[in-house]
């Protein structure tokens, strides 16, 4: 974390708190500790939560705030993104929504492979901090997921030209 270049505002990309048979999300909780580690070591002074919130039932910003709130960081320091559905949409509005061509995205290190190669098509200084792993029986349903996922990016980025599900107007951060 000492290496890491000082990029004031991260993305931490979402995910479910609760796993499938309702216990605590190893990735989720990893993502929150990693987190707010950085922001308790300066390294990081506001974050974009961005995830899903495509039910009332099921707000992925919404969740990692009351943990990041929980573990001390101010409200503050937070601006939720409610239409990070996917990977792309979650990096391309940090861009073009809240304005930031230089970030620190916050995920596991299956996931930050994409995740910076979606930031860099879209030239920006993007660096991630690699949240723990959880055990591989846990994991490997999204391994494979994500086996999927690397050439669907190839694909939206290079030939379909994916926009965002909703892009919309312009924010500013809460900072």
């Keep these: 974390m000492n290496k890491l270049p000082d990029h004031s505002i991260a993305l931490v990309l979402g995910t479910s708190h609760r796993l499938a048979g309702g216990g605590s999300n190893p990735f989720f909780e990893h993502r929150i500790e990693t987190a707010a580690k950085l922001f308790k070591l300066g390294k990081v002074d506001h974050f974009i ?3 899903d919130n495509s039910t009332q039932y099921y707000n992925e910003p919404v969740a990692m705030q ?9 409200k503050e ?7 990070g559905l996917r ?14 061509n230089k970030i620190t995205i916050i995920t596991q290190p299956f996931h930050s492979y994409r995740a910076i190669f979606i930031s860099n098509y879209y030239d920006m200084d993007a660096v991630a ?3 723990d792993e959880p055990e591989l029986n846990i994991s490997f349903k999204v391994l494979v997921r994500e086996y999927f996922a ?6 939206d980025l290079y030939i379909l030209k994916t926009d965002p599900q909703f892009l919309g107007e312009k924010e500013e951060l809460n900072s």
Excluded: C, H, N, W
Aim: aromatic share 4%; glycine share 8%; no cysteine.
């Design 66 to 74: 009351k943990a990041l709130i929980e573990k001390g960081i101010p």
């Design 150 to 155: 690397r050439p669907k990016a190839v694909l």
């Design 87 to 100: 990977t792309l949409d979650s990096v391309v509005r940090s861009k073009k929504i809240f304005g930031q």
């Design 49 to 51: 939560l961005s995830g």
């Design 129 to 131: 901090m690699v949240a």
């Design 77 to 83: 320091a937070i601006t939720l993104d409610y239409a």
